[in-house]
């Protein structure tokens, strides 16, 4: 008999429906200018300096909703490769976070790139330790990696497809939100454009996929990216 009621129970119970993950059309811009300390002193030549801005507009591109103020200085141990150390103030508000607050990150990182016959491969290996004052104490660790890869087009070289990819991996748990574990995707295919040895652009679609640890909806976003890159 109780058998036969649990068979009912199923029956009439109906599927069960997955909650969706949040969606949200995003415009991102971004500004990054990369140089040679030598203009300072020619003693300094395999010293570099990295200045980024950004501003990430969310909730259906209707508000801003985070900033990234990231300056930094580097060393150039080759021609292809760079260790560098910086600091990053990022305000964030909705949709990122329903408590507006100023993220403090420090971060190291190894860049790599090198050209060949069909363009150039990127890789930046990025530590961050992260803080949010205003919302715990902890601090929170988290790993980065990203691999882009230009290709210019044969009949117009001054432009090229770029596609990437930056994986992040939180190394511990804390008090404020992040969790041990993935925290999130982004996947960037686009339009490359050099304007001259020195500028150029890259235009695109990124998806960025957070998990969210605490809850079964996750975030997709579908962003413009927009980025102009100044290499001096």
Known sequence: ???????????????????????????????TAVGSLENVNPALKNFKYWA?????????????????????IGYAINNTTSVWVGYALVPTAEPFSKTTFNERRFWQQLLWNNKFSFGSVT??????????PRL?????????????VSVPLAAAPAYSVVASDEYFLNLNNNDWGPHKGFDQNRAFIGI?????????????????????????????????SINFY???
Do not use: C
Not at 136 to 148: E, L, N, S
Not at 198 to 218: A, C, D, F, H, W
């Open 123 to 132: 890789s930046r290996s990025r530590l961050e330790e992260r803080l949010a």
């Open 192 to 224: 490359g454009y050099n304007f001259n040895k020195e500028i150029k652009s890259e235009i695109g679609y990124m998806n960025q996929y957070i998990n969210r640890p605490l809850t079964s909806v996750n975030r997709n976003d579908h962003i413009l």
């Open 136 to 148: 715990g104490d902890d601090t929170a660790i988290r790993f980065r990696q990203m691999f882009k």
């Open 52 to 72: 980024e801005f950004q501003g990430r507009f969310g909730d259906d591109t209707s508000r801003f909703s985070q900033a990234i103020i990231r300056p930094g």
């Open 230 to 232: 100044f290499n001096y």
């Open 1 to 31: 008999m109780s058998t036969a009621l649990t068979i009912s129970g199923l029956l009439l119970s109906g599927p069960v429906i997955a909650a969706k993950d949040i969606n949200d059309f995003q415009t991102w811009g971004t500004a």
